[in-house]
């Protein structure tokens, strides 16, 4: 226990450093479009105090694989076995239907 360690916490402060820093966030290219940013262009965006930018996270189920390599190598390869074991899962449950 730190006494007074914390005092001034703000739980929205944390997630909106969260969501704008940590997680990976797309440019509005004024089309309605997204183009992506690097994370270090968001910090320095940030730190400019330029947060006006429109962005948005990445979408859960339309973002298309090959984005996933400017991730990295390690998190394509894991989406793209998730991916097969899905498909892999699927052929199997159905051939086991009666």
Do not use: H
């Not at 944390?14 to 479009?33: H, M, S």
């Not at 859960?60 to 899962?89: D, H, K, Q």
């Amino acid at each position: 226990y730190l006494p007074g360690y914390g005092a001034n916490a703000s739980i929205d402060a944390a997630w909106a450093y969260f969501e704008n820093i940590t997680l990976p966030r797309q440019k509005q290219d004024g089309q309605g479009g997204y183009t992506k940013i690097e994370r270090r262009e968001t910090v320095a965006l940030l730190e400019r105090g330029k947060s006006g930018i429109k962005t948005g996270l990445y979408p859960a189920w339309t973002t298309p694989m090959s984005e996933f390599r400017n991730f990295g190598i390690g998190v394509a390869v894991y989406f793209e076995t998730m991916r097969a074991l899905a498909v892999i899962c699927l052929v199997a449950g159905l051939l086991y239907l009666p």
